[in-house]
């Protein structure tokens, strides 16, 4: 092959790879000038160092908490779609946009720095991997999970099954109400991968009291 030849196919790939950048879609972020907005925008200009635990109470008490709900899950049944069709783009499209709707996703987060992984972007893809895992350590480090009293901190049931799927790579096999004397829990029994049974607790407190505030309502 002509070493022209060989020039071109190699602009024609940056060219593509820049292209694939700089199409990205961006994440909008809310305008209620509330904690959790706060929050975003932090998050968005790079700045992972904040405290998630409070990031994720933040959402609970925002406005954009209401905004969450069917869009969501279809956004996510979507991702899927593309994982098997190896569709970047289409991957980071979908991703940001759960974003903007959910930014303590942790589903989408995992799925937005692996995509950034794939396709070289090393900013994009630690930044995204650093709220990830600040997610995911807000919830596994908040307690040790084995009873009630000691059950991690969740704020919505999404984050129970990727905390068991992902973080554990278990398979859910039943769920129960618990409490003790401060707290109401999701009681989990799981499957681990080498066939053992066990039972993690999830203090569920802050879900409990949303599902009582709609039911009110």
Request: with cysteine.
């Amino acid at each position: 092959m002509k070493i022209s030849n060989l020039l071109f196919i190699s602009s024609y790939l940056v060219f593509q790879t820049f292209t694939a950048f700089s199409q990205d879609s961006k994440i909008e972020t809310p305008l209620f000038n509330d904690k959790y907005s706060n929050f975003v925008k932090q998050l968005e200009d790079g700045k992972t160092d904040i405290d998630y635990t409070d990031f994720r109470n933040s959402f609970l008490d925002s406005k954009q908490y209401s905004k969450k709900g069917e869009n969501y899950d279809n956004l996510k049944k979507k991702v899927f779609d593309e994982l098997k069709n190896k569709n970047y783009q289409k991957i980071i499209d979908l991703t940001k946009a759960m974003l903007s709707i959910d930014y303590t996703s942790m589903f989408a987060h995992m799925y937005l720095q692996k995509t950034y992984k794939i396709l070289g972007d090393t900013v994009n893809r630690n930044k995204y991997h650093d709220i990830e895992f600040g997610l995911i350590n807000s919830i596994v480090k908040s307690n040790d999970g084995l009873t009630c009293e000691t059950g991690w901190h969740v704020t919505q049931i999404e984050e129970e099954y990727f905390i068991i799927n992902i973080v554990l790579a278990s398979d859910f096999q039943g769920q129960a109400i618990s409490s003790s004397k401060n707290n109401m829990c999701d009681k989990m029994t799981v499957k681990t991968q080498d066939g053992k049974i066990e039972t993690y607790y999830f203090e569920a407190n802050k879900v409990f009291e949303m599902e009582k505030k709609m039911f009110e309502k």
